[in-house]
Nanobody, 121 residues
Framework: QVQLVESGGGLVQPGGSLRLSCAASGSIFRLNVWGWYRQAPGKERELVASITSIDIHYADSVKGRFSISRDNAKNMAYLQMNSLKPDDTAVYYC????????????????WGKGTPVTVSS
């Protein structure tokens, strides 16, 4: 089994910063794609940022403010969020596409349980 656990959420004032972390544990041969998603009240879950070994993608709404990174040795991903706005308020979810074994020919998508981020004065 594989578990993803997010941390780092909380309450921050507009213009502030937060750094989210996501730790993956369990049966992991190779972690191919990390993604951060968010879901605001009454809205659908949306992709915020994703990172592979060769590519990084950001949603237009966070470009220039958020930065995604990964530590392959620790099986961790991070989301540095700067210049936060009230519209960034949401539950942030970590997502990973994982190859569990060298004998598998497919990847499995896993989700964390989320960490809440509230941007308010």
């Amino acid at each position: 089994q594989v578990q993803l656990v997010e941390s780092g959420g909380g309450l921050v004032q507009p213009g502030g910063s937060l750094r989210l972390s996501c730790a993956a544990s369990g049966s992991i041969f190779r972690l191919n794609v990390w993604g951060w998603y968010r879901q605001a009240p009454g809205k659908e879950r949306e992709l915020v940022a994703s990172i592979t070994s060769i590519d990084i993608h950001y949603a237009d709404s966070v470009k220039g403010r958020f930065s995604i990174s990964r530590d392959n040795a620790k099986n961790m991903a991070y989301l540095q969020m700067n210049s936060l706005k009230p519209d960034d308020t949401a539950v942030y979810y970590c997502n990973a596409l994982i190859r569990r074994s060298a004998y598998d020919n497919y990847d499995v998508k896993y989700w964390g349980k989320g960490t809440p981020v509230t941007v308010s004065s």
